[in-house]
């Protein structure tokens, strides 16, 4: 099943989950440039209409031929609005000083925008994940209303 239309670039992506298990686009997607992207949760707890899930986004730059060096945002989109979320972990910032900020709302071209329900936006305050990693991995606790996770293939936005 697939997780996501191909219509992201390295840097600034959007994904939708679609299992349990994890789901993975890449590496001959037309935006990947032979990146692998992975996104999988885990159901913590589901009661009086919230579920809790751990969210897990492992990007693969092993095989990556783009130009990028760093990825300095990303938005996974789970639900169409969010009760609530938190940062669990995130790849170490390379640049002394940077740290990871979470915020509701979406990407555009200077990464977290603040725009956009059920989206949650990673970026990092100076540079971020050095595609020179081979996999980088973030992860999120997240509620949201029981039934509104979006698990149906290519639910994308």
Not at 112 to 118: K, W
Request: hydrophobic letters at 40%; a negative charge.
């Amino acid at each position: 099943m697939k997780l996501l239309s191909n219509s992201f670039f390295l840097g600034i992506i959007a994904l939708m989950p679609a299992t349990l298990a994890a789901g993975t686009i890449g590496p001959d997607c037309g935006t990947c440039q032979g990146g692998v992207y992975d996104l999988s949760y885990s159901v913590i707890s589901s009661a009086g209409g919230v579920d809790t899930l751990n969210l897990f986004l492992t990007v693969d730059t092993t095989a990556y031929t783009g130009g990028g060096l760093f990825i300095n945002a990303v938005a996974p989109k789970i639900a169409s609005s969010l009760i609530s979320f938190s940062l669990l972990s995130a790849p170490e910032s390379l640049s002394a000083g940077s740290t990871w900020n979470t915020v509701s709302g979406g990407l555009n071209a200077n990464g977290c925008s603040g725009a956009g329900s059920g989206f949650l936006c990673t970026g990092s305050t100076s540079l971020g994940a050095s595609t020179a990693n081979s996999l980088n991995t973030w992860s999120w606790q997240v509620q949201i209303a029981t039934g509104s996770l979006m698990g149906a293939e290519d639910e994308s936005s």
